[in-house]
């Protein structure tokens, strides 16, 4: 399993890092992606990797250059740095691994990802 952290509320303009840890499996094995999904909204992603040669892949556009996704995994776990946060921002978000070892992106979209946590919730509100 894989359990998200580090959510919070926030004003715009601010930062936040969310965690992911995976417990039962080495999360370095597998494709990763974070996804968000704000009220009303279908489920997005926002940054994923490949395990085919271990890069980030993808982000989302409207978080390029706002967004960095990184691994420490001697603590198994994946990070999401978050920058200059704006009200649109707001969102649960997840992350999520692909069901083999060694796959790629699947394009960051969540239906190719197979575990998932039950979100850390963002909010960005003045």
């Known amino acids: 399993q894989v359990v998200e952290s580090g959510g919070g509320l926030v004003q715009p303009g601010g930062s936040l890092t969310l965690s992911c840890v995976a417990s039962?499996?080495?999360?370095?094995?597998?494709?990763i992606g974070w996804f968000r999904q704000a009220p009303g909204k279908e489920r997005e992603g926002v940054s994923c990797?490949?395990?085919?040669?271990?890069?980030?892949?993808y982000y989302l556009p409207s978080v390029k250059g706002r967004f960095t996704l990184s691994r420490n995994n001697t603590a198994n776990t994946v990070f999401l740095r978050m920058k200059n946060l704006n009200v649109s921002d707001t969102a649960i978000y997840y992350c999520?691994?692909?069901?083999?070892?060694?796959?790629?992106?699947?394009?960051?979209?969540?239906?190719?990802?197979?575990?998932w946590g039950q979100g850390t919730q963002v909010t960005v509100s003045s």
């Open positions: 999520a691994a692909r069901g083999r070892k060694g796959e790629g992106w699947g394009y960051c979209k969540p239906n190719e990802y197979t575990t």
């Open positions: 039962g499996f080495t999360l370095d094995d597998y494709a």
């Open positions: 990797t490949s395990k085919i040669d271990g890069a980030v892949k």
